[in-house]
């Protein structure tokens, strides 16, 4: 096996230097139409990904409105089927107490007959 030598091992790193810098220097540029085209490529994707976002989330917010304005009826219509049962409720505690009177009255009127 043959040892290189200095200088074989200056060139090697040499040549490897202007590889890649050759090949660094084969990118295109920022100006490039290729470079432009895909960058333009990418600002539409993001913008559409942006777009799909907002619209998702303004379907979840509107989704959001409409659960809380059924609650609020739901609970607007319990709140009046609470009260229509109470009101009905009072109606008959009054109309009960109206026969309990009269059957008191009834009552009391048969005694003073009797006597």
């Known amino acids: 096996m043959k040892q290189k030598d200095f200088s074989e ?3 090697a790193a040499r040549d ?3 590889a890649m810098a050759a090949k660094f220097n084969q990118r295109p540029g920022l100006d490039d139409p290729a470079v ?3 960058r333009a490529a990418r600002a539409a994707a993001s913008a559409a990904r942006d777009a799909r976002i907002a619209e998702r989330k303004a379907q979840r917010v509107a989704e959001s409105a409409r659960l809380v304005a059924e609650r609020e009826a739901l609970a607007a219509e319990q709140a009046e089927q609470e009260t ?3 009101a009905e409720k009072a ?3 009054v109309k009960l107490e109206a026969e309990r009177k009269a059957a008191r009255d009834a009552r009391y ?3 003073k007959a009797r006597k």
């Open 109 to 111: 009127a048969a005694r």
């Open 91 to 93: 109606a008959n505690e």
């Open 16 to 18: 490897a230097k202007q």
């Open 84 to 86: 229509r049962a109470a």
């Open 9 to 11: 091992r200056l060139s």
């Open 36 to 38: 432009a085209e895909q």
